[in-house]
């Protein structure tokens, strides 16, 4: 079964950790300096924010599989939508491994579509660097298309 994802990037990591977590009623599944991810059941979602990125705000969608056929299944439908997937294949990223690739809608919203195949120390990995500091890109995400542009601003009312 396929789990939804969102990706956000906030200012302050704490505060956002501790609104979702009372907002979620649970705490994250992985917590780093820069990093936290819920992995929720109900609803199914990979809700993941960093501070990485340009401004607060949703960057980007997707679907994570739970597997290499539900990957393949996603991307068959992905290339019938006739825009240009980026296949990435095996990568690292957000502190796991992973085969992913990524579709751009018509108003330019990244989905990205994933595997995880395991956990990792770092935030990503280049190929054949030992993981440090200066190996990790600087975001995982980086221009595939536009972020979703919903605007973070607290107090705001709405509806």
């Given at each position: 079964?396929?789990r939804?994802?969102?990706?956000?990037?906030?200012?302050d990591?704490?505060?956002?950790?501790?609104?979702?977590?009372?907002?979620?009623g649970a705490?994250p599944?992985?917590t780093?300096?820069?990093?936290?991810?819920?992995?929720?059941?109900d609803?199914?979602?990979?809700?993941?924010i960093?501070t990485r990125?340009s401004?607060?705000?949703?960057?980007?969608?997707?679907?994570?599989?739970?597997t290499?056929e539900?990957?393949?299944?996603?991307k068959?439908?992905?290339?019938?939508a006739?825009f240009?997937l980026?296949?990435?294949?095996?990568t690292?990223?957000?502190?796991?491994?992973?085969d992913?690739?990524?579709?751009?809608?018509?108003?330019g919203i990244?989905?990205?579509h994933?595997?995880t195949?395991?956990?990792?120390?770092?935030?990503?990995?280049?190929?054949g660097a030992?993981?440090?500091?200066?190996?990790q890109?600087?975001a995982?995400c980086?221009?595939?298309?536009?972020?979703v542009?919903?605007?973070?601003k607290?107090?705001?009312?709405c509806c």
């Open positions: 079964m396929k939804f994802h969102v990706h956000a990037h906030v200012q990591l704490q505060a956002s950790i501790a609104f979702y977590s009372r907002l979620f705490e599944a992985r780093e300096a820069d990093y936290a991810k819920w992995m929720l059941e609803p199914r979602i990979n809700f993941a960093s990125g401004k607060p705000g949703i960057d980007h969608l997707g679907f994570q599989a739970d290499g539900e990957l393949a299944e996603m068959a439908r992905a290339e019938a006739e240009t980026q296949d990435v294949g095996a690292t990223c957000c502190y796991a491994r992973s992913k690739h990524w579709i751009v809608d018509p108003q990244a989905w990205e994933f595997h195949l395991g956990n990792i120390p770092v935030f990503s990995e280049k190929e030992a993981p440090s500091p200066e190996a890109a600087p995982c980086a221009p595939r298309g536009k972020p542009g919903i605007p973070v607290s107090g705001s009312s």
